[in-house]
């Protein structure tokens, strides 16, 4: 008899798994025609805030780039899908990929910039290069400049007939651009380039020893979570009809609920921003009349977290009930052999 132990990808209960996650999605592809139209808006804004926060959570989460400053592609983005749609003539839905390219251009000399700092110094440099693009953009005049501007209603028509059709239109895009942000972050950390970005997560100097190339998987994660961030600021603000500098780079909606977010939900995880945008709306829209309260209430609410759950609400779900939906981890199975 002989103990083999090899490590290998074991998710459990995978069928079961499967199936639910198949019915999750097509109930929430089907939700306009069972939600209301200020239920749906929410739904939306939901699946927004998960995109959001599953891509700074692949940032800060796997590469270890805690960044304060990804509300500068969100403004980015909102502002590139404006100045296309106005300037250019281009349908709003092929704008909004238009403005993940340009946001990926943009964000190559930001990186060779910005990984010259190390820890806090490159968080406050992405939060400067934020404000570098909000006073940039306030400077535009064509775009309304520090009051900022409108799409034209004609514009807003040609995406659909009826308002309700435009509501539904931006749900499902909201909804598919979520999904394909979640399956793409998936795919990426279960290929060799996510095993050896969560290797620099776990230990730099370790991973540099193997030969893994540190500045270069940072510097591909960077500007891929920038593209896809650049997107979601468009739709977001195809949704809002309305851009303006401060709106555009605000850092508390873009960034600050974001972190929040994926620290209630789990940092480190698929799940855990899912799970974190679920609460953070939960708690939005029960105490949103406390003003000020609120806002301190969100801030109580992850300090506990932080000090009782480092791993998040997730976290805890996973440690006591031993689930995953989207399985990363690789574990050691001993198996007993006849020789």
Do not use: C
Not at 31 to 51: K, N, Q, V
Not at 175 to 200: D, M, N, Q
Request: overall charge positive; charged content about 15%; proline content about 3%.
């Amino acid at each position: 008899m002989k103990n083999d132990n090899t490590v290998r990808f074991t998710p459990k209960n995978y069928v079961v798994t499967a199936v639910l996650l198949a019915i999750v999605t097509a109930a929430l592809a089907a939700a306009p025609y069972w939600l209301g139209r200020a239920d749906l808006r929410l739904a939306g804004e939901i699946m927004l805030y998960i995109s959001l926060a599953t891509l700074w959570n692949l940032l800060a989460g796997y590469a270890g780039l805690v960044s304060v400053g990804q509300q500068a592609y969100v403004g980015l983005g909102g502002y590139m899908l404006f100045a296309f749609t106005i300037f250019i003539g281009v349908p709003p839905i092929l704008a909004i990929p238009i403005a993940g390219v340009i946001g990926a251009l943009l964000a190559i000399p930001v990186a060779f910039l910005v990984f010259r700092l190390r820890g806090a110094y490159f968080a406050i440099g992405t939060w400067v290069i934020a404000e570098v693009f909000r006073l940039s953009f306030a400077q535009i005049s064509a775009l309304g400049g520090g009051s900022g501007t409108s799409i034209p209603a004609s514009i807003v028509k040609s995406m659909a007939e009826t308002r309700a059709a435009r509501e539904s239109l931006s749900y499902w895009l909201a909804f598919g651009l979520a999904a394909f942000i979640i399956l793409f972050v998936y795919l990426y950390l279960r290929s060799s380039k996510g095993l050896a970005l969560t290797a620099i997560r776990d230990n730099e100097l370790a991973a540099s020893s193997l030969g893994i190339d540190i500045w270069k998987t940072k510097f591909f994660t960077y500007v891929v979570s920038a593209a896809l961030t650049s997107m979601v600021g468009a739709l977001i603000f195809l949704q809002k009809l309305r851009i303006s500098p401060d709106a555009a780079f605000s850092v508390n909606d873009w960034t600050a609920f974001v972190i929040f977010i994926v620290v209630i939900g789990g940092i480190g995880t698929i799940e855990g921003p899912i799970i974190g945008a679920i609460i953070f709306f939960a708690l939005r829209e029960t105490l949103a009349d406390l003003g000020t309260g609120y806002l301190i209430t969100l801030g109580v609410v992850a300090i506990i977290i932080m000090l009782k759950a480092p791993n998040g609400i997730w976290g805890i779900l996973r440690d006591r009930f031993d689930i995953s939906f989207f399985p990363l981890l690789y574990r050691v199975e001993n198996q007993k052999q006849d020789r």
